[in-house]
């Protein structure tokens, strides 16, 4: 699986950005899928997860600091995952990666891979 992310940018506080991952590979539906962040000088957190599909409704996960503001979703009709981030705030300023399990549901293990990292940018 190769995951290319983007959609990065400088935006104002306030501001909406969508981030998009395409992903190759025939597995891509059954993978589970993540966004994780990087700000300056602290370590990569994962904000936001999505299920692989499991003939169910995908479960997800969203980080405290993102819940209410931004959605993950996915089309695995484009192979493509996204990330919806509303009323960003400076705080949200980071690079952001998108990433995939080798399982239908995430988990604390680092992921099996990663795409390159997309810049997002808030200013006040």
């Known amino acids: 699986v190769q995951l290319q992310a983007s959609g990065g940018g400088l935006v104002q506080a306030g501001d909406s950005l969508r981030l998009s991952c395409a992903a190759s590979?025939?597995?891509?539906?059954?993978?589970?899928m993540g966004w994780f962040r990087q700000a300056p000088g602290k370590e990569r957190e994962l904000i936001a997860s999505?299920?692989?599909?499991?003939?169910?409704?995908?479960?997800?996960y969203y980080r405290e600091s993102v819940k209410g503001r931004f959605t993950i979703s996915r089309d695995n009709g484009e192979n493509t995952l996204y990330l919806r981030m509303n009323n960003l705030k400076p705080e949200d300023t980071a690079v952001y990666y998108c990433?995939?399990?080798?399982?239908?549901?995430?988990?604390?293990?680092?992921?099996?891979?990663w795409g390159q990292g997309t810049l997002v940018t808030v200013s006040s």
């Open positions: 999505i299920s692989g599909l499991s003939g169910r409704d995908f479960a997800t």
């Open positions: 990433a995939s399990w080798r399982t239908i549901l995430w988990s604390t293990s680092a992921p099996d891979y």
């Open positions: 590979g025939r597995t891509f539906s059954s993978y589970a």
